[in-house]
């Protein structure tokens, strides 16, 4: 049995030539002959525009309204609406409950799906993917980047391979090339390049994220204005940032590299850890490979696991464990006087 049409083409249309689809096109309006309660659209109701019935299904509750314009061969379908001034061209599909709303464009090959939500002045175009229960706003997404889970983006620009998700907060960031961002926590004024992972709960605030850096675990970096100058902490290489670090400004942090027999990188960096009497206490954190801890736990480590065969490069670890210390002596009291000022607030 078929199911019975829920809208017509009105007579009203709207010529106008498509840049991107390199020709003039015959939009038309389109109106309701059910009830579709899902989007508060009444029979005989008058809605958006289209090219032809293939860009909007017949079945479900799939909708456009006010002035948003579907045309080429973008297609809408499931429970969709694309409303206000959006518009969906190309070979775009926009499916599930997602929503394309304010003047948001979506084309090329994009994929908009699950119950996304896409706003603002938002650019979604060549093979993108955005979909789970993300919301994207005054954002552009290209290439084939992929954005999913409940990720929620303003401001930002995210392109080539690069993949965001999980319940991250982002704002004014520059995600591209092969970056990797899942986990949960807030991201602001930061820029992902190269191999980068970030992954846990982590909060960057002006970070610059590169090459095969790694931050991961309950992380917290922050860059620093002082003199009306903004300094962004910059990670790169192959620096690695695990649970416990905490940055406040980008002195609190050192890379040292190439280091020891497989060429590798020592990170350190100040952190937070949790005495037995329950207090926060700053400390000296670092990580090198799969390893990571304080400082003096570091050296431990060292003399127990590379002492034998390796007596060159624990000599060396060994000499700059104090210098390391002394790098950053200033740091841990300054991070510590903050640990110790949130503690009597919170009582």
Known sequence: MTSPLKYKLVGKQRVKFSPSEGREIALHQIQALIDLPKHGVKAGDIGGWVEGPHNLNQEGACWVEGEAEVYGEARVTDDALIRCQARVYG???VAGDATVEGVAKVYGKALISGSARVSGNSDICGHADVS???????????????IKDNVKIVDSYVRDRAVVRGDMTIRNA???????I???????????SGHACISGNVTLHKVIISDHALIMGDVVLRGKQE???NTSCRVRGRMIFRDGAYVTHPEHMLAISPIGRDLDTLTAYTGVTTGEDGKQQAVI???RGLYTGTIDEFIDHVIEKDAGERKEETFIYLQLAPLIKSHFARAVKELQAVLDAQASESH
């Open 91 to 93: 070979s775009a599909v």
């Open 132 to 146: 789970g229960s993300a919301v994207v706003h005054d954002t552009d997404i290209e290439d084939h980047a992929v």
């Open 174 to 180: 520059y995600i591209i090339e092969y970056a990797h």
């Open 182 to 192: 899942e986990g949960s926590g807030t991201l602001e004024k930061i820029a992902a």
């Open 227 to 229: 003199d009306g100058m």
């Open 285 to 287: 954190r670092v990580a």
